[in-house]
């Protein structure tokens, strides 16, 4: 990884960390993969491919004890503020690092910005991500600590939406790295903790699930033997 | 090879829209600098500044309003920051233009 890079995002954590900002929020997409491949260390799993966005997901409702304007937190640094999107999404930009802000999308996808006036943001609605924030885990990130998605969570939400995603090259990424996170974890004998997640989730999203790993030649990664709720 | 791709491309869409983002930043901050210059034991403030590839200095007063100092200053830190980070991101627009022009179909 660059170094600059690297330091950049340690800059940010450390940041919204002081401002208790960062209690609030968990880091979802590649970078997760990165903070995994330190959890999995020897069990064969890389840091992924991946852009320069670094993604939180913002729990809501989003409660914050003071007003932060985050864009002037971290203006000082060269970030700048961008819109993606016909909706607008708030975006802040870096040469090294651009930080997107999400939050799960509830009821029918209207796709408008989710306003957080308490950090001076908004924040695109997004399927699947509750599933993201259940069971999350607490990592350190050198001085602070960050919270991440279940690596079970995180794989079988990448294989929901890989089938839903429009560009073939982000779905074969996302693929690729759930059945990396899935075998380190199955390898790490912790296969208990998929069959919980799956066992958790609605039966669509269960078939949605099994339907991917079937073509990808990877049933066996959904070991169900044990407890209730096996597919039929 | 068509995850390699697609993140080069998306990366090059990244930077192609952070150049534009960096040149309307730059473009929005006060041009020139406010400097204060001894003379006889008084001093006096100037905006210096380039126009039309010519210095020029034009003079302020006496006394400068120290909110107008601050708003130079920051513009001057900013301006040196959005330069910087623009040089960055034209050299990964020509690497990621590189990359992406192969002999192969994108």
Request: glycine share 6%; aromatic share 8%.
């Amino acid at each position: 990884m660059e170094k600059k890079q690297y330091d950049l995002c340690r800059e940010v954590l450390r940041r919204l960390s002081n401002e208790a900002v960062l209690d609030r929020f968990i880091l979802v997409g590649s970078w997760c993969v990165v903070l995994y491949a330190d959890c999995f260390k020897g069990r064969g799993l890389l840091p992924a491919i991946r852009t320069r966005d670094l993604e939180f997901l913002v729990r809501i409702p989003p409660s914050y004890r003071r007003k932060t304007d985050l864009c002037e937190l971290l203006r000082d640094l060269g970030f700048v503020i961008d819109y993606k999107g016909e909706e607008g999404y708030m975006i802040l930009e870096h040469p090294d690092l651009i930080l997107e802000f999400l939050v799960p999308a509830r009821g029918r996808e209207s796709g408008k910005p989710f306003r957080i006036d308490a950090l001076g943001i908004n924040a695109q609605p997004l399927r699947f991500m509750d599933l993201l924030a259940r069971n999350p885990i607490r990592v350190p990130f050198h001085d602070v600590e960050v919270t991440i998605p279940h690596p079970a969570n995180f794989a079988l939400q990448k294989l929901l939406i890989a089938r839903r995603r429009k560009q073939q090259g982000k779905a074969v990424k996302d693929r690729g790295q759930a059945v990396a996170i899935l075998r380190a974890l199955r390898d790490s004998g912790e296969s208990g903790r998929i069959s919980a997640v799956y066992r958790s989730i609605t039966a669509s999203w269960q078939r949605t699930i099994r339907r991917e790993l079937a073509a990808l030649g990877e049933e066996g990664l959904l070991d169900l033997r044990n407890g209730p709720g096996n597919p039929t | 090879m068509v995850v390699i791709k697609n993140v080069l491309r998306e990366e090059l869409e990244n930077s192609l829209r952070m150049r534009k983002r960096y040149e309307e930043e730059l473009a929005k901050l006060p041009k020139g600098s406010l400097v204060a210059r001894r003379i006889k034991g008084h001093t006096y403030y100037y905006l210096v500044l380039r126009e039309k590839g010519a210095f020029k200095s034009v003079y302020q007063g006496k006394s400068v309003a120290r909110k107008e100092l601050q708003r130079y200053a920051e513009a001057k830190e900013f301006r040196a920051k959005y330069r910087k980070a623009l040089s960055q991101i034209k050299r990964q627009i020509r690497y990621l233009q590189g990359a992406l022009r192969g002999k192969e179909a994108i």
